[in-house]
């Protein structure tokens, strides 16, 4: 195996970069940093310099981007050298980045509108997978996938197979799920998928132009569809587990940061049950 060979400084951050990628390290974001550190030895690049330079790159854009862009990809090429014997180890913190703003999932009164028009426009599998989504917690790939075999319309479910978790899962439909899909299957033509579409991009070009349409806000598949289910189900007093069971969901710590939200004026809410509790105790 060939030696590389230093300078009296030791190795500079672009031979490490260069270490790095030979040894299957991702290439995207690197070329922007070996050039700031041209010619700098490893030994000599401290945390301040990393931030810095993440800040010089990247002058006008978000704490998200330099994290992504800058930090976490040089931070690798110091891990790297560190691993190959050539600089310190060291930690390099990353810029505080804003959460971003909570999508709003569909409330009853966008899901009315959206199948309005679209029965109004003529479309009704739009509408059918739509709801289809909102109201068994299916994903878009598996909306796309379900074939009419795997559908049983006098049970009221849906089979979807090999899902996100591996595993095949049956989804439970409400009865205007399962009307629409009635109709759907009285004029399918011969096709084999129950909502038709190959590709989830059709199913949102669709989406946002009925939304159009109506006047309402667009909201992707997720958003309208998985994400409407579990808000949903929760608001209407069901608990975390049992909706986790009925969506496939397995990671809990995924679906209380993502779906749960808490009530306005959470503190009041739970001192009037408090009081409510006691007194009927009385």
Known sequence: MEIPSFGPAGPTFEQAAESYLAHGGEARYIPPIVAYFAGRPLTSIHPFDIRKMAESIYPAHSNATRNRQAITPARAVMMHGYDRGWCPLIRVRRFKQDRPARPKPASPVWLHAFA???????????????????????????????????????????????????????????????????????????????????????????????????????????????????????????????????????????????????????????????????????
């Open 116 to 282: 309005r028009q679209c029965d109004k426009d003529g479309l009704p599998h739009v509408a059918a997978v739509v709801l289809f989504m909102a109201q068994s917690g299916a994903r878009i790939s598996e909306a796309i996938a379900l074939r009419w075999s795997e559908v049983d319309l006098n049970a009221r479910t849906a089979l979807l197979l090999k899902t996100k978790t591996s595993t095949n899962s049956v989804r439970f439909l409400t009865d205007e799920v399962a009307a629409r899909l009635r109709d759907l299957r009285g004029t399918a033509k011969g096709s084999d998928r129950v909502f038709r579409y190959t590709s989830r991009h059709s199913v949102n070009e669709r989406i946002r132009a009925v939304c159009g349409r109506a006047g309402i806000p667009h909201k992707p598949p997720h958003t309208c569809g998985r994400h409407t289910f579990a808000t949903r189900a929760i608001e209407l007093g069901m608990d975390v587990r049992t909706t986790m069971a009925a969506g496939d969901w397995r990671s809990s710590s995924v679906f209380l940061e993502t779906y749960v939200h808490p009530r306005l004026n959470a503190g009041r809410l739970v001192a009037d049950r408090f009081a409510m509790d006691a007194f009927d105790e009385i």
